[in-house]
T-cell receptor, first 112, second 111 residues
Framework: KNQVEQSPQSLIILEGKNCTLQ??????????LRWYKQDTGRGPVSLTI?????NTKSNGRYTATLDADTKQSSLHITASQLSDSASYIC???????????FGKGTSLLVTP | DVKVTQSSRYLVKRTGEKVFLECVQD?????MFWYRQDPGLGLRLIYF???????EKGDIPEGYSVSREKKERFSLILESASTNQTSMYLC??????????FGQGTRLTVV
């Protein structure tokens, strides 16, 4: 069964610090991996999308990495801001089928 | 700008009521999805549709049905609402194998 595991489940960091969120998956055959940010009470918003051939992709202070061999991805947030407090969800698509495979998310709290 | 619009942000319904959740997208996407999101469980797929009048069951279809009469609109129907269907419902749309765009969510409470 296709699975997506995220860690940690939750994280608290001080404003200005960096953090890294992890995503491991077993989805096969792999098509692409996306990171979404979901603010409380809102729908998820896409941060990055990466295909098999991409190792790194940045979106401002967010940098996603992908190792398709080990089936791991990370999302690195640099110089965190209070507005980064949200749930971050890793989503992996397979080359077959239509459904998206979601991780359960990492809940990030950035404190002053 | 890409837009997926869900008809309500908050809904309160009584047990046994028939409930309609509407979702409209303006991007001419083939794929549309309905998910529910519960604490500790993440997003779980209820139904998806890859074309007009086409639908496929997701992981948790029991107690739900869907309708897609037009490409831009995907409706989720709770035939007889129950308290265990209290949840956040998220609609999404996408082109095949491309990123999904989500609506703002509908928080449904069944009392």
């Amino acid at each position: 069964k296709n699975q997506v595991e995220q860690s940690p489940q939750s994280l608290i960091i001080l404003e200005g610090k960096n953090c890294t969120l992890q995503c491991n998956y077993t989805v096969s055959p792999f098509s692409n991996l996306r990171w979404y940010k979901q603010d409380t009470g809102r729908g998820p918003v896409s941060l990055t999308i990466m295909t098999f051939s991409e190792n790194t992709k940045s979106n401002g202070r967010y940098t996603a990495t992908l190792d398709a061999d080990t089936k791991q991805s990370s999302l690195h947030i640099t110089a965190s801001q209070l507005s980064d407090s949200a749930s971050y969800i890793c989503v992996v698509s397979a080359n077959s089928g239509y459904a998206l495979n979601f991780g359960k998310g990492t809940s990030l709290l950035v404190t002053p | 700008d890409v837009k997926v619009t869900q008809s309500s942000r908050y809904l309160v319904k009584r047990t046994g009521e028939k409930v309609f959740l509407e979702c409209v997208q303006d991007m001419d996407h083939e794929n549309m999805f309905w998910y529910r999101q519960d604490p500790g469980l993440g997003l779980r797929l209820i139904y998806f549709s890859y074309d007009v009048k086409m639908k496929e069951k997701g992981d948790i279809p029991e107690g739900y049905s869907v309708s897609r009469e037009k490409k831009e609109r995907f409706s989720l129907i709770l035939e007889s609402a129950s308290t265990n269907q209290t949840s956040m419902y998220l609609c999404a749309s996408s082109l095949p194998q491309f990123q999904a765009f989500f609506g703002q969510g509908t928080r449904l409470t069944v009392v």
